[in-house]
């Protein structure tokens, strides 16, 4: 009886000795925690004296950004008037000139992530056929792999940099920008969805005597050509926005308006570029979604109303994409 007393004494001692061991590790995170999240901050000048000492400025621009006016002519509401002017002062969307349509910044925006994606697409291919260790064998294919991964580690914005010198900033360089960047985002998407490829089409292809292009293609490319597809859309969504982002550095479209309108503080007008912004995302995001749930035949994907709500933080990523 004893010695069953002492194995449960034993046992409860163990479990004591190690919660507070827990305990203290836990503890001890928390405070390394504590230190980087203080350091961070005071790397940054983080401070809510500041916040507030400015909030009275703050306020007052939110004033701007949403100019007061009315709803049929009784009700509080905000000036979309100002907005619209502000549109079609500077051709955000599209005007006429002699019965002739003149596209506005919204289409050039729209041009630059387009045509990046076009661009980007073969040599995506390329890279990520390449970089399967199915196709390319190891330790080869990660000449391609790291290719990719260089590409990958630099954001487009900087691709937009260095390209400067064979056209200045302007939508042409940020469009190479935003295809090399899909070279490296969507070459990897397309090694790792070859990489999951069965094995069984492969063999049959081999059976009939193929040679190794016509194994890739036959055997392995016809087993991802749907899912191909949906991520070429997916980065054609995330390319818009970054076309978005090239303009703040003078790449152009509504990015380029919003910065010049950022410096001359016209916050009014800053809203309505935001505006047009965020219906060409959206629109876009919408269209690429409903060919990709086609293609895949699902409905599966996020509703408008969700990527309403998470347009700030898609736009956010986009930046250092």
């Known amino acids: 009886m004893s010695t069953d007393t002492d194995r449960i004494q034993q046992r409860l001692s163990a479990i004591q000795f190690h919660k507070r061991v827990r305990l203290v590790f836990s503890l001890v995170l928390l405070g390394v925690f504590a230190f980087f999240f203080q350091s961070a901050l005071s790397e940054v000048s983080f401070s809510i004296g500041e916040i ?7 306020t007052a621009a939110l004033g701007e950004f949403f100019p007061p006016g009315e709803l049929f002519g009784f009700l509080p509401f905000v000036d979309l008037s100002a907005y619209w002017s502000f549109i079609q002062e500077r051709n955000l969307l599209m005007t006429f000139e002699n019965g002739n349509p003149v596209l506005g910044a919204v289409f050039v925006t729209f041009a630059m992530g387009f045509a990046g994606t076009v661009l980007g697409v073969p040599g ?3 890279l990520g056929v390449l970089g399967s260790e199915r196709v390319t064998p190891y330790p080869f ?36 920008a935003i295809g090399t960047d899909t070279m490296g985002n969507l070459g990897r998407l397309f090694t790792d969805a070859l990489e999951e490829v069965e094995d069984g089409p492969i063999e049959a292809v081999e059976s009939t005597g193929a040679n190794g292009p016509q194994k890739v293609v036959f055997g392995m490319l016809s087993q991802v050509f749907t899912p191909f597809i949906a991520w070429t859309f997916y980065i054609l969504e995330i390319n818009v926005r970054i076309a978005v982002t090239m303009g703040l550095i003078g790449g152009g479209g509504l990015g380029q308006v919003l910065q010049t309108q950022r410096g001359l503080f016209k916050y009014t007008n800053m809203m309505a570029t935001i505006l047009v912004i965020f219906l060409l995302v959206i629109s876009v995001e919408v269209f690429s979604q ?9 409905d599966e994907g996020q509703s408008v109303l969700g990527l309403i709500a998470s347009f700030p933080q898609r736009m956010a990523e986009s930046i250092w994409k």
Do not use: C, D, K
């Open 52 to 58: 507030v000492e400015y909030w009275p400025q703050f």
């Open 124 to 126: 995506a291919l390329i």
């Open 141 to 176: 294919n990660f000449i391609f792999r790291g290719t990719m991964s260089v590409i990958r580690a630099i954001p487009a914005l900087v691709w937009a940099l260095i390209y400067i010198p064979l056209g200045g900033v302007s939508p042409f360089t940020a469009t190479l």
């Open 290 to 298: 409903r060919v990709r749930s086609y293609i895949r035949g699902s």
